[in-house]
């Protein structure tokens, strides 16, 4: 086994969670918020993407982050006549997020950081433990 590869792989897979999880967090902080005008664009639910590289120095297999896509899933409304942003059938347009999947995909993306972050920790013990063999 080779212990670079695995350090590799699991820490661009920590850095790609890590990325995940702040678009994620954007989406919940932004789920309510109403445009700025009236019948103007509310915020748009970012999607994450990701693509495979492989490091030509260690030959690892890599994940790394890829464009940032809006959701093209239609604006929620909600009838709210006193709210400024309301248009003259007194309907907000408000932003394509759901919390309720939001938060399904931070707790995935939590378990995927967690699952790199073990990867990292038994390596690092492997490590530890073919030094201790080694001095023997």
Known sequence: MDFLK?????????????????????????ADSAPATPGGEPYRRKIPTFKAQVDRETG???????????DT??????YDPGNPSADVRG??????VNALIETM????????????????TSTRRMVSKTLDILKA
């Open 60 to 70: 690892a297999a890599l994940l790394e982050s890829g464009h940032v896509r809006r």
């Open 6 to 30: 695995s350090l590799t792989t699991a820490a661009s897979g920590l850095k790609v969670q890590s990325g995940r999880m702040r678009i994620i967090a954007e989406n919940i902080a932004n």
């Open 73 to 78: 899933a239609p604006f929620r409304t909600k």
């Open 91 to 96: 309907e907000v347009r408000m932003p394509n």
């Open 105 to 120: 995909d931070m707790r995935e993306a939590q378990r995927s950081y967690e699952a790199n972050l073990n990867m990292v």
